[in-house]
């Protein structure tokens, strides 16, 4: 399954402006220059609805996973 099906940015582009937001405070419109000055073109509405819909996800995107590391204890 992939959550950002039908977005007209990828989800790459969305991950990061949503963390940046959470984990910064930066401002909409400061993010929105930010991007902008990266080539890509969006509008600080659309960052506040991409926060609105991925930060709540962001802790389990983000949470560092168990793995085996091989080594027997």
Known sequence: ???FKGRHFT???ILWAVRWY???G???RDLEE???ER???V???TIYRWVQRYAPEM???TAPRWRQSGVAA
Request: overall charge negative.
């Open 34 to 36: 930010m991007l902008s």
């Open 22 to 24: 959470c984990r910064y």
């Open 26 to 28: 930066i401002s909409y």
């Open 59 to 61: 802790p389990n995107r």
């Open 43 to 45: 509008d600080h509405t």
């Open 11 to 13: 989800g790459e582009v």
């Open 1 to 3: 399954m992939n959550d």
């Open 39 to 41: 080539g890509i073109d």
